[in-house]
């Protein structure tokens, strides 16, 4: 049997109080996610948030059912209405919390670097699909951010040799511990996109800025570093940047894969044709829209 909720012991005997006392107002758990409602959270966010709270797993809402008649411990209460606030104002729930899963991997992330994106997990099962069959791949990640693409394929191919690249020390130093909390070899350095690569790589991917400066969805990522999210006008910039300059440290053979925005494949298998890759393609994310563009560097 699940133990109730922690409460603080009373030194004395509690009196009989009148309706409406301090000690009467603690609410349970299913009046806190009901007021968190009421300020406009979404529901799952805001169990997200009170399991949080209370120091329990996210994936334990189950468990909030079952014990949503018990009382709040004060302290408790306050913490998650603090988050919900929060929430409210816009800040990510993986902020709040501290983690976001990524493809099986528990990542700790910040307002240092983005929040990984579930669509992203497209990106990293085709790079994944790249590698089969060969042995002891080279894999550079460009924008590594919190580490999660290439967190999550060395997680999958342990025999590769992946690198990673973040021009931002911040999320070099994310990256970084993330892979030594999960005992993952992944190499990390801080650099602008391609400076200081070598050649001969098997797969080069990236999840890189791709919104236009004056894109009206950016207010509402204003929690979320403007650097990693931003790409000249159009969008573009960073892009075309490395569809440029990746093909030349591909071995024959070695993939080139971009994630861009859900209205630039055609400008993005463009720039991968004109950069002389073959098999150029585009992939849907997980609501049907081609979200995800590769090439291969010919033989």
Aim: aromatic content about 4%; overall charge negative; glycine content about 8%.
């Amino acid at each position: 049997m699940t133990a109730p909720l922690p409460m603080n012991p009373a030194p004395h005997p509690e009196p009989d109080l009148a309706p409406g006392s301090a000690a009467r107002c603690s609410p349970t758990l299913a009046q806190a996610l009901a007021r968190a409602a009421t300020l406009g959270l979404d529901r799952l966010d805001a169990q997200i948030l009170l399991l949080h709270s209370l120091g329990r797993g996210r994936h334990e809402r189950a468990w909030l059912l079952a014990h949503d008649d018990e009382t709040l411990p004060d302290a408790v209460a306050s913490r998650f209405d603090a988050l919900c606030q929060r929430r409210r104002a816009g800040e990510p729930v993986a902020y709040l919390v501290g983690e976001k899963e990524f493809h099986g991997l528990p990542l700790a992330v910040d307002a240092r670097v983005l929040v990984p994106r579930p669509d992203t997990e497209v990106l990293v099962d085709w790079a994944l699909a790249v590698l089969e069959g060969r042995s002891a791949p080279r894999v550079l990640d460009l924008g590594t951010g919190s580490g999660a693409i290439a967190l999550a394929i060395q997680h999958r191919r342990t025999d590769a040799r992946v690198e990673a690249v973040d021009r931002s020390a911040d999320a070099v130093a994310v990256a970084r511990a993330n892979a030594q909390r999960l005992g993952l070899a992944v190499t990390f350095r801080q650099a602008s996109w391609l400076d200081g690569a070598s050649d001969g790589y098997d797969l080069i991917v990236s999840n890189p800025p791709y919104i236009a400066e004056a894109d009206p969805h950016l207010p509402a990522l204003a929690h979320e570093p403007r650097s990693a999210l931003v790409a000249g006008a159009d969008g573009l910039d960073d892009l075309r940047h490395l569809a440029t300059r990746a093909p030349a440290h591909l071995r024959a053979g070695g993939w080139l894969l971009l994630e861009h925005g859900w209205d630039q494949a055609p400008a993005v298998q463009a720039l991968l044709a004109r950069a002389g890759l073959a098999g150029v393609e585009t992939r849907p994310d997980l609501a049907g829209i081609g979200r995800c563009t590769g090439g291969s560097r010919p033989a």
